[in-house]
């Protein structure tokens, strides 16, 4: 069964600082995978995703994250992060007809 | 811009009684799904649902739970008799295709379920 990995449970970064959130996955086949971000008390929007071809992917609000088979890794990342970046950031795997989530990583900003 | 609505926003409820989510997902969508986040930990998968019926659940969709598109546009999931351990934020989506097509789910706000 597909599953994800989010090594880290919170980060904080400071404003105009780079970032970049790591997500690990284990699945057999060609995965199709997922970023979403959750505002506090908001439901899961989706960043960006990856189905095949081109390895780095462009989301919204800047957002980027790169495809690397080898390490079975889908990292997200944006050059220069704003206060309003600040949530929780959900890698997913998508696989059958359903889509599994990681733990979450929560973004801390500092001014 | 469509989207995935739910109702109601909060419920509270007494343990053991009956209670149904209500969603209403975006109209030309084919697959539907609920997730639960207990309040601090990830979101969980429940159920997905495809041409009427459950195409793959977790194993927290146990007898307890069950869904229903009781007509063309609302999705509902309905726990039997609720424990105090139900008590989370469920969220609702649904997508064009499915996530092995590469289908992007939309979610809608959540209902904030509290077990009392």
């Known amino acids: 069964a597909q599953s994800v990995t989010q090594p880290d449970i919170h980060i904080t970064v400071s404003e105009g600082a780079s970032l970049e959130l790591r997500c690990n996955y284990s699945?057999?086949?060609?995965?199709?995978l997922f970023w979403y971000v959750q505002s506090p008390g908001q439901g899961l929007q989706l960043l960006l995703k990856?189905?095949?071809?081109?390895?780095l992917v462009q989301g919204i609000k800047g957002f980027e994250a790169e495809f690397k088979r080898s390490q079975s890794s889908f990292n997200l990342r944006k050059p220069s992060v704003h206060w309003s970046d600040a949530a929780e950031y959900f890698c997913a795997v998508g696989a059958g007809d359903d889509m599994r989530f990681g733990a979450g990583t929560r973004l801390t900003v500092k001014p | 811009e469509p989207e995935v609505t739910q109702t109601p926003s909060h419920q509270v409820t007494q343990m053991g009684q009956e209670v149904i989510l209500r969603c209403v997902p975006i109209s030309n969508h084919l697959y539907f799904y609920w997730y639960r986040q207990i309040l601090g930990q990830k979101v969980e998968f429940l159920v997905s649902?495809?041409?009427?019926?459950?195409?793959?659940k977790s194993e927290i969709f146990d007898d307890q739970f069950s869904v229903e598109r009781p007509d063309g546009s609302n999705f509902t999931l309905k726990i039997r008799s609720t424990k105090l351990e139900d008590s989370a934020m469920y969220f609702c989506?649904?997508?064009?295709?499915?996530?092995?097509?590469?289908?992007?789910?939309?979610f809608g706000q959540g209902t904030r379920l509290t077990v009392v």
């Open positions: 989506a649904s997508s064009r295709k499915g996530p092995i097509f590469g289908g992007e789910a939309f």
């Open positions: 699945y057999g086949a060609t995965p199709y």
């Open positions: 649902f495809y041409n009427n019926e459950i195409s793959e």
């Open positions: 990856y189905f095949s071809g081109d390895t």
